[in-house]
């Protein structure tokens, strides 16, 4: 008789993914930022998160920094970290901005409120004036870019360091073997400052333009990162390890960071970084520009022949997607709004935070991934929480 035909096993045979976590543009002290309010799903935090906090928060409500879970294998944040401060930004106030004589009328009148209120109602009340009282805060922005700075270490690095630890320990037990640009020098340094890590924050034309472009900003949040990794179990006494996996790629002052990333004997996946694309040539298409560019360009890196590649950029906080035979283009969402500038006639900013999965086995075995988590639906999440499935969001995560 015939041999029965053995179940197929669809877990098996779908490709596994290697998953990059996009973010650009969030620019700390700008008013323009968008944040959504984390009340905890105890209802007894009260923090104004970012895009890329909200989303890190989300997978924590999920525990997936637990047991090897996080299905993520690289960040990145490309462009404009920080507001800097070269645009005359007092002249730019934000339309939800009140009169201080309003500001003070309106907690005149909460605290009248509170006065006569029941133990329920004062805690209410006092909830709802400290989201107004900090609202007013961020809609004001900060114009000191230390400050702006700090805000990063302090809302952004600090409270993620468990999102990181994280990210490095599954990339290391995944086995993915990421090589920065050096490791194709044919040269005797084989240093090269424009090599790419598993983590890798940028700096923007914003701050360079502050400080003469005399100073970058990605590289003191990456010597940070790693400062406070070493303090964690899994990378004690890591320090070169955590030199080679945290990275912040220059070409001169310009965010442009190249490499390739590939797991033990399977595609090896090219990877190129950089804060803007090289060209614009409409603001309906901003992608457009790069791909008519490299058709120029050609093998510019010296390490592209032969192998497709992902190149991520951010800048004109517009997310977008193009693929060619050769290439992969990714403009990252930003964490801002529209402002008064994008209202000359621009398309409105999409906000938000977006993912490309790499099919490990290579272009030809499997569908590039791209997902993005937007302002609405980050809001949707927090306003009121639910179990987010990401296995689907992100399915097959390299393991």
């Excluded at 609202?135 to 004001?140: A, G, N």
């Excluded at 033990?264 to 298409?285: H, I, M, N, Q």
């Excluded at 999409?350 to 993912?355: D, I, L, R």
């Excluded at 075995?365 to 927090?382: C, H, M, N, T, W």
């Amino acid at each position: 008789g015939k041999k029965p035909v053995k179940p197929v096993n669809q877990e098996t045979q779908m490709t596994k993914n290697i998953w990059i976590m996009e973010s650009s543009d969030p620019h700390w002290g700008w008013h323009s930022k968008e944040f959504v309010i984390d009340n905890g799903k105890s209802g007894s935090a009260l923090r104004f998160l970012g895009m890329d906090e909200a989303v890190i928060e989300m997978m924590r409500h999920a525990k997936l920094f637990e047991n090897g879970k996080i299905p993520v294998h690289c960040f990145v944040m490309n462009d404009d970290p920080t507001q800097g401060n070269h645009f005359q930004i007092q002249q730019q106030t934000h339309p939800h901005k009140m009169p201080y004589a309003l500001i003070e009328d309106e907690l005149r009148k909460r605290l009248d409120l509170a006065r006569t209120a029941q133990a329920a109602d004062f805690v209410k009340i006092f909830k709802e004036t400290c989201v107004f009282v900090l609202h007013q805060l961020q809609v004001r922005g900060e114009a000191w870019v230390q400050d702006q700075m700090e805000q990063l270490l302090e809302r952004h690095l600090e409270p993620n360091i468990d999102f990181f630890d994280a990210l490095l320990t599954r990339s290391r037990q995944s086995g993915l073997i990421i090589r920065g640009v050096s490791n194709f020098a044919e040269t005797p340094c084989k240093y090269d400052g424009r090599d790419i890590g598993f983590i890798n924050y940028g700096t923007g034309n914003h701050f360079g333009n502050t400080v003469n472009n005399e100073l970058t900003e990605g590289r003191v949040y990456a010597k940070i990162l790693r400062s406070l990794l070493l303090s964690r179990p899994n990378w004690a006494n890591q320090k070169q390890l955590l030199e080679t996996f945290v990275k912040a790629p220059l070409y001169s002052n310009q965010f442009i960071g190249w490499g390739t990333i590939h797991a033990p004997g399977k595609y090896e996946w090219g990877l190129e970084f950089r804060d803007a694309p090289t060209r614009l040539t409409s603001w309906g298409d901003t992608l457009l520009g790069a791909v008519r560019n490299d058709e120029k360009r050609g093998n510019y890196s010296r390490i592209f022949e032969g192998r497709v590649t992902l190149k991520t950029c951010g800048d004109k906080h517009f997310c977008g997607f193009v693929r060619t035979s050769h290439t992969l283009y990714h403009m990252a969402p930003p964490g801002t709004h529209t402002d008064s500038f994008g209202e000359r006639g621009f398309p409105p900013n999409n906000t938000g935070v977006s993912f490309i999965g790499l099919p490990v086995d290579g272009p030809d075995s499997g569908p590039v991934l791209v997902r993005a988590l937007l302002y609405d639906q980050i809001k949707k999440y927090f306003e009121n929480p639910y179990d987010f499935n990401w296995e689907e969001f992100l399915p097959n995560p390299v393991l």
